[in-house]
């Protein structure tokens, strides 16, 4: 093969003890330039979230390069070799590197839906691509659906790693710099804090060679906000073109009709009043027609629960989140329609105003002093405290593929 246009795919380099695939992919990217080769683009690309057997975030990258295939192979496979550790059972790296394209299908497939190993087999082999499989080659999966992503909506994070000495150790970035940074940036960055909880989102608390990201619109949004940014020494940064923040991971679905791992965006009505359980999760449970489908607002989306926990039954709402063990696990949801939220309870005895007792169920209330009976019962109206719109939880609690409100609704393929 002679010097091309190529994509480099990488996937499943992560170790427990910190080694991360964009760390690698951000080497790479330095080896090849220093090669010679013009690398055009990097891409974090995010794959479904529920996958089993997923690395941490299920990350895998990409590199746009223009070289010559055999050649970078050879530095791609010899750098993966260098660093994953390879003994490590759940380290199952897998290496791409193609001038040809790869079905986008396989793409979103990937991001929405599962895959194996034999599927990235058919389409390494279907398009002549260059490939090393690792381990039990899992890592094929995420490295040739990287190469075969194309992003409708995409966002970018500038990442700034570790110097290797420091690795493991307690990272210093200065916190009042993080909160700066997004207070002059915002809506054009977000999740480098939580101003809600005063705390930082952005720095990593994990073994792994991120000293802190921060994610934007552009370029030019998360380099502006870096620069604000006081912090150790870096080693190196690199600013990755992602689908992290666009929701490529939701798909329309109908109550009744969810599939265990996949993500949804679901229409319906809330059924019952919500129901706060141990350790603070609140289960809300919505109906469309015949079918029942259970939300759930964990612990730690904090705030979020409280909206959740205002609505009513007859509510109209659209919810979005992963559907896991048979809940959805929200991550954002939308107040379509407010209901009127009324409720009885035993009305004042007509005759003395006293409140009356229930006299037995269906036979209506009776007065205890006068022993006056009423077939009415007070009808009381709850001041409802919730408003149309969208909510979502706060950035502690977002998963790196959904769509922060900052940025708009979620708007799907198709809709
Ligand atoms: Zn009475």
Not at 38 to 47: A, N, P, T, Y
Not at 53 to 65: H, P, S
Not at 298 to 320: A, H, I, M, N, W
Request: aromatic letters at 6%; one cysteine or more.
């Amino acid at each position: 093969m002679a010097i091309g246009d190529l994509r480099i795919g990488l996937d499943d380099t992560d170790s427990a003890d910190g080694l991360c695939t964009t760390w690698l992919g951000a080497l790479l990217a330095r080896r090849l330039r220093a090669a010679g080769c013009r690398v055009s683009e990097c891409r974090l690309v995010r794959l479904n979230p529920n996958a089993p057997f997923r690395t941490r975030g299920n990350a895998a990258v990409c590199l746009d390069a223009r070289g010559d295939p055999g050649d970078v192979f050879r530095l791609a496979c010899s750098t993966v070799e260098e660093f994953a550790p390879l003994d490590a059972p759940m380290t199952n790296p897998g290496v791409v590197v193609t001038d040809q394209p790869l079905p986008v299908a396989w793409y979103r497939r990937a991001v929405t839906d599962l895959c194996t190993v034999d599927g990235a087999l058919g389409v390494l082999e279907g398009a002549g691509a260059l490939f090393r499989g690792y381990g039990n080659a899992r890592g094929l999966i995420g490295a040739s659906a990287a190469v075969a992503a194309s992003f409708p909506d995409a966002t970018f994070e500038l990442l700034v790693y570790r110097e290797r000495e420091r690795w493991g150790t307690v990272r210093q970035v200065d916190a009042g710099s993080l909160f700066h940074a997004e207070g002059v940036t915002r809506p054009h960055t977000w999740d480098t804090v939580d101003t809600a909880r005063g705390t930082t989102v952005c720095v990593p608390h994990t073994p792994d060679p991120v000293l802190f990201g921060i994610r934007g619109e552009s370029p030019e949004w998360v380099a502006r906000a870096r620069a604000l940014v006081s912090s150790e020494p870096a080693a190196f940064e690199e600013c990755w073109r992602t689908n992290q923040g666009t929701d490529a991971h939701l798909v329309p679905g109908r109550c009744g009709h969810l599939l265990e791992g996949r993500s949804y965006i679901v229409a319906g009505t809330v059924a019952t009043p919500p129901a706060t359980g141990d350790g603070g999760h609140v289960t809300l449970r919505l109906d469309d027609r015949a079918a029942e489908l259970r939300c759930m607002a964990y612990e730690p989306t904090k705030g979020f629960r409280d909206v959740v926990r205002s609505l009513r039954p007859g509510d109209r709402v659209v919810v979005c989140g992963s559907y896991r063990r048979g809940s959805l696990n929200l991550e954002k949801l939308r107040v379509v329609r407010v209901a009127v939220a009324a409720s009885v309870r035993p009305p004042r005895c007509p005759s003395c105003g006293r409140r009356t007792t229930s006299d037995g169920r269906g036979r209506g209330w009776k007065c205890r002093a006068c022993r006056t009976r009423t077939r009415e019962p007070e009808v009381v109206i709850e001041e409802r405290t919730v408003a149309p719109g969208w909510y979502e939880v706060p950035p502690s609690a977002r998963r790196h593929l959904a769509k922060p409100l900052c940025r708009g609704p979620p708007r799907l393929p198709g809709r």
